[in-house]
């Protein structure tokens, strides 16, 4: 929390995302840490990692419904299977409510546009209501 206050982030879905971090799973280490505020993704995907970590690395997937972690296995698993591979799928948090754009920085600059385009037309309509006069 200190970390993200640091940077002024208040909301309450604030969380730091740490990459190129090998994860043990072998030694029981998990990619979501300090209460799910810390995810550590892409732990162990390069080939020499994998005999410490025991995967091959997560990868963070996010959506407005949820967010969630693929763990990946070796890619020797991928050969021997000619190809065939699905990742496990872990949701880790669930967005409710769901995340829409209105809740993103984006959202927040198109309701400042559209501020200003009110603003605008109401300069526009007043220009029109001196005209008619």
Do not use: W
Not at 18 to 24: A, E, I, L
Not at 35 to 48: E, F, Q, R, T
Not at 85 to 109: A, F, N, S, V, W
Request: glycine letters at 8%; proline letters at 4%.
């Amino acid at each position: 929390d200190k970390i993200l206050d640091e940077f002024d982030l208040k909301c309450e879905r604030r969380r730091i995302i740490n990459g190129h971090v090998p994860v043990k799973v072998k030694e029981g280490k998990k990619p979501v840490r300090a209460n799910g505020k810390l995810y550590v993704i892409d732990g162990g995907i390069s080939k020499p990692y994998q005999k410490k970590t025991g995967i091959a690395g997560y990868t963070l997937m996010y959506n407005s419904h949820h967010v969630a972690l693929a763990e990946h296995v070796s890619y020797s698993h991928i050969r021997d299977n000619m190809g065939a591979y699905t990742p496990k799928i872990y949701e880790t948090e669930k967005l409710i409510p769901r995340m829409l754009i209105k809740d993103t920085d984006e959202g927040e600059k198109i309701r400042a546009r559209i501020e200003v385009l009110k603003e605008l037309l109401e300069v526009i309509d007043k220009g029109k209501n001196i005209s008619n006069k």
